[in-house]
């Protein structure tokens, strides 16, 4: 195995120091001014000082007001990041931090101008009629297309996240999530066994953020020896802005001793750092033709070799980008989905829908799929957007308050929106097997059950479970958030093959061997205990606060 980081010698995104998370900034900190900057400059970015200017000028409520504050904003952003890479230490360091600043200063612009952030609804249309395809439509590929087919093909993981929101310290890849097999196991797993069964090179890449960096780089050494290439790169690290005066908070361009200054800007910043990272070139030359993406926390999103057959080997010219959707439930409604609009297909978030059609959205009738978040894209497709400089990605603003009281905002992006800025766009309906996220513990319930059995780093359904869909779990907040909890609770993963809801409240604990059926609702109220006994069967029951047991 290889190893390759290609992030760049010294960038400050290239090792995390402490996990990211909204924590206050110092006493002395006014989140604006970067330490060492000279007085002028502290008068010139004062948030009060600042919003005093612009009323002097004309009424709030004008136009000619509102220009005029977007490109003072526009200049007095300038001149800070000025001020931040005056703070780098060498001139490589410098390089990268000032590529990384041309992309913020775009995001920074289209920010201020607000355009597409909202759907106007009565202009989306209805989808046409192959829009979407039926993944059961699609053929296997012959045997002899394997080899050269998947010599095509390169795999993307997203690994830019923490599990500090299931209590775990570091990347969440690194979480145990069955046979003490973490996210980055599995997946490394996958890819070996494709590329030993198919004696071929599919190439892993992780994009990190600067979160996840350092730790993720001394996870990937063992596996040296294994029948994958392991390659890296880190997504951007942009300022957090201060939601008063629109200028950065941080002080210096040091990530690792002023982190809550800075944050990676979504998964949307995939295409721009894949570029610079020097990855996407190498692979074109590599003569390999399609990316696929996903987040490395959905465990179902293995290679289909379907997909990558109807790419790879059509008689029509190929999508350039394909979005795997699968059916919405009610445990989706909110979830992204593809419209029709201004004769493109487009990713439609509910942050983009007005208010009054919320609800409209929501609908599972009107729209009847939500985006998986697994892509394939045309690599070449890939390189024209970016050199044309047409890559159109809805900004999504991210409103935080740290500890210290100061809103700060973060300027995102989501990898899926950039559907609109490619050539012949579909969706792929595909089995729900294809989405295992794990993003609370009540989705690690399910893949350490035995609803799942594990086969060379793939979860497979048990075939003794009579419906192909997902049991909803809803597990309580106070006493099961966190992993270390939520172990602590179950001696051992209960039965759930002929589950179909689970919802469990207040302290409760579960002993070995029990199996659970229907529809069980466990509810312990405040004060009170639930020991469910080992060897239970609770098919269909209520399970109150005081142990009383009834037909639900």
């Known amino acids: 195995m290889v190893v390759i980081n290609l992030n760049g010698s010294n960038s400050p995104t290239e090792e ?3 996990p990211m998370s909204p924590v206050g900034v110092r006493d002395d900190d006014d989140g604006v001014v970067p330490r060492g900057r000279v007085s002028r400059t502290i008068d010139r970015l004062s948030p009060t000082n600042y919003q005093m200017r612009g009323h002097q000028r004309v009424p709030s409520g004008s136009r000619e007001f509102k220009e005029l504050t977007k490109r ?17 230490v060498d001139d490589e360091t410098k390089r990268s931090v ?11 612009e289209r920010f201020l101008l607000d355009k597409d952030s909202t759907i106007s609804w009565d202009r989306i249309q209805k989808l046409p009629e192959n829009a979407v395809r039926d993944h059961s439509t699609l053929k296997e590929p012959a045997s002899e297309q394997l080899h050269a087919m998947l010599n095509k093909l390169v795999v993307v993981k997203l690994n830019g996240g923490l599990g500090t929101s299931m209590g775990c310290h570091g990347p969440k890849s690194v979480i145990p999530v069955r046979s003490e097999l973490t996210f980055l196991d599995l997946t490394v797993q996958q890819i070996e066994y494709l590329n030993k069964k198919y004696q071929v090179d599919v190439p892993l890449v992780l994009m990190n953020s600067f979160n996840t960096d350092a730790d993720t780089q001394k996870i990937v050494r063992k596996y040296r020896g294994l029948q994958v290439k392991i390659y890296t790169f880190n997504q951007s690290c942009y300022p957090r802005i201060n939601k008063e005066s629109l200028m950065p908070i941080a002080r210096n361009c040091d990530v690792e001793n002023d982190i809550d200054a800075w944050y990676p800007p979504g998964h949307g910043d995939f295409y721009e750092s894949f570029k610079n990272s020097g990855l996407l070139k190498k692979f074109l030359e590599e003569g390999r033709e399609y990316v696929f993406i996903s987040n490395i926390d959905n465990l179902g999103a293995t290679v289909d070799l379907s997909i990558a057959d109807l790419l790879l080997h059509t008689d029509e010219k190929s999508p350039e980008f394909v979005m795997e959707v699968t059916d919405k439930t009610r445990a989706d409604v909110k979830g992204g989905t593809l419209i029709q609009y201004e004769n493109k297909l487009r990713l439609l978030e509910i942050a983009q829908v007005p208010k009054e059609h919320v609800e409209d959205f929501k609908s599972v009738k009107t729209f009847k799929f939500f985006n998986t978040n697994n892509l394939w894209v045309k690599l070449s497709a890939i390189d024209r957007v970016l050199s044309e400089n047409s890559m159109n990605i809805e900004i ?15 300027l995102e992006t989501a990898v899926g929106a950039a559907m609109k800025s490619f050539e012949g766009g579909i969706g792929i309906n595909v089995p729900r097997r294809r989405f295992l996220p794990v993003k609370k513990t009540s989705d690690l319930l399910l893949v350490m059950s035995n609803l799942y059995s594990l086969q060379n780093g793939s979860l497979v359904m048990n075939p003794e479970r009579m419906f192909l869909t997902t049991p909803l779990v809803k597990l309580g907040d106070n006493h099961f958030a966190k992993v270390k909890e939520f172990l602590a609770r179950f001696a051992n993963s209960p039965n759930i093959i002929e589950l179909d809801h689970l919802t469990v409240s207040g302290d409760v604990t579960f002993g070995r061997g029990v199996v659970l059926k229907g529809t069980v609702i466990i509810i312990a109220n405040h004060g009170d205990r639930i020991d469910i006994p080992a060897g239970a069967v609770l098919e269909n029951k209520i399970v109150s606060g005081n142990l009383r047991i009834l037909d639900h």
Request: glycine content about 8%.
């Open 72 to 88: 003072d904003a526009q200049t007095q952003l300038a001149h800070e990041l000025e001020g931040l890479l005056a703070t780098t």
């Open 98 to 108: 000032e590529q990384e600043f041309q992309g913020f200063k775009r995001l920074f």
């Open 396 to 410: 999504i603003v991210n409103n935080k308050s740290l500890d210290n009281g100061l809103n700060v905002i973060q």
């Open 16 to 18: 995390a120091g402490e």
